[in-house]
């Protein structure tokens, strides 16, 4: 409540279009950092990871140095063509418009998602991701989810005060004024973290899913070895 009256004031409304000024002059990639956090947890096996929603392909060509083969997915067809261009040079990568539906068992070392999840119908994308995944094979998530919580509304008051921080140290100096790279598509997040949480314990006994900086949190699991 308190938070609310703030947001409605006029400081509230003023301290808000200030931040969003800095954090505009001092722009960062809120999925791209969590690239080194993927990078830190990746699994033994390395023959086949699978980028699904891949975006432009940046992960993809990161993870390309690490496994043998890398399939960066996405349903978007101008995503996927961006993707194939800033590709073009890595030999290993490979990208498609395939679904989690349309993978064999047991067959990806490696899933990934940022800033996914919320798109799909997520108990079932994670009953696909634990059927494809290899036996120790690996699924890495950066997410989103409303604040519904008192524990999310924290977190999200702590990305609020670290987000401009980040920027700093990430951009010291403005950002130039440039054109807009094409833009993502994007749909707001509708279950919150502790939805989300119960169907991923469900369909991932115990994976660790966690809330982070940057208005996100991560989901990582590894599949039984039996």
């Not at 308190?2 to 006029?10: N, T």
């Amino acid at each position: 409540m308190v938070l609310r009256r703030l947001g409605e004031s006029r400081l509230g409304r003023d301290g808000a279009r200030w931040l969003r000024e800095l954090n505009e002059r001092h722009a960062w990639s809120h999925n791209d950092y969590f690239h080194s956090w993927i990078l830190a947890n990746l699994p033994d096996g390395r023959a086949k990871a699978l980028d699904m929603g891949c975006g432009r392909g940046a992960l993809a060509r990161i993870l390309a140095s690490h496994f043998d083969h890398v399939v960066a997915a996405d349903a978007d067809a101008d995503m996927r063509r961006i993707a194939e261009i800033t590709s073009a040079d890595v030999n290993n990568v490979s990208i498609t418009g395939r679904q989690l539906d349309s993978w064999a068992d047991d067959s990806i070392d490696l899933v990934t998602m940022v800033a996914v999840l919320h798109h799909l119908d997520i108990d079932d994308a994670l009953s696909h991701i634990e059927r494809i995944l290899t036996p120790s094979g690996r699924v890495l998530v950066v997410g989103l989810a409303p604040p519904r919580s008192v524990r999310d509304l924290m977190w999200d008051a702590v990305s609020i005060v670290t987000n401009p921080l980040i920027g700093f140290v990430h951009r010291p100096w403005p950002s130039p004024v440039t054109a807009p790279p094409p833009p993502f598509p994007v749909k707001d997040p509708v279950l919150s973290f502790d939805e989300i949480g119960g169907m991923v314990e469900n369909r991932l006994p115990g994976a660790k899913m966690r809330h982070r900086i940057g208005f996100r949190h991560t989901i990582e699991w590894t599949k039984p070895d039996v």
